[in-house]
């Protein structure tokens, strides 16, 4: 998979990108994510890439042209499945997204900044909006961070261990169940009988009894779906 990202804050992507699982993934060759300064491809002499909103109003807009420049020429060159938005008012990123989007092969997100950007962009080249949350940050770029990180764990190869994706809160519309590592007994608290069976279905029921309370306890919401 390929992402390109722009950005007029790539320094913001950095540490992200460079380390951890997201490393893992590039190292591989899994996965390839490139940043792109927006300032590039501005052709104001002071590279320029906002603006007074028509109307009035506090706050500045993301220019047109700029964008548009950095959209079509990257789109000479891929051949993307979606041109994503990162943005506060687009649909809330979830598991089920997320499992969409690692099935395609190129990937350009548009982070905002400001006061957001030029309407006709998303009018004319966008194809998907994303939100992480109902609140507003001070631009899309770790709201890209988190999309991307959703994402690349999810591509074939990336885990050490690729059922465990499978098992993560959300994928079947449950949190996921509580963990337990060795020791078995610390300060008195016990890890549950059941785990140490060895009883493979016993464990399985439990954990799906677990998950289901949890789910019940903390997310009620999600059961509907379930």
């Not at 047109?64 to 420049?69: A, D, H, K, N």
């Not at 004319?124 to 507003?136: A, L, N, P, R």
């Not at 050490?160 to 078995?184: G, H, I, K, M, W």
Request: proline share 4%.
């Amino acid at each position: 998979m390929r992402i390109d990202i722009i950005t007029v804050q790539p320094g913001l992507l950095e540490s992200p990108f460079s380390h951890s699982i997201l490393k893992r993934a590039q190292t591989k060759g899994l996965l390839e994510i490139y940043t792109h300064n927006l300032r590039d491809y501005s052709t104001q002499k002071q590279k320029q890439v906002d603006d007074y909103q028509f109307g009035g109003g506090a706050g500045m807009v993301m220019m047109l042209e700029p964008v548009v420049r950095a959209i079509e020429t990257l789109r000479e060159k891929i051949t993307y499945d979606e041109v994503i938005y990162l943005t506060p008012d687009g649909e809330t990123l979830n598991q089920g997204m997320a499992n969409q989007l690692s099935l395609k092969g190129n990937l350009l997100m548009l982070c905002g900044h400001y006061k957001g950007i030029d309407e006709r962009i998303r009018q004319h080249f966008v194809t998907k909006e994303i939100s992480i949350g109902d609140y507003v940050l001070s631009g899309g770029e770790l709201a890209a961070a988190v999309l991307v990180d959703a994402i690349g764990r999810l591509i074939p190869g990336v885990l050490n261990d690729e059922q465990s994706a499978l098992l993560d809160s959300f994928q079947d519309n449950l949190l996921a169940p509580p963990v337990y590592t060795r020791p078995e007994e610390f300060r008195g608290w016990k890890v549950p009988e059941v785990l140490m069976s060895g009883d493979h279905k016993k464990i399985d029921e439990w954990r799906h009894d677990m998950a289901l309370e949890r789910t019940k306890q903390r997310r009620p919401d999600l059961l509907d779906r379930h």
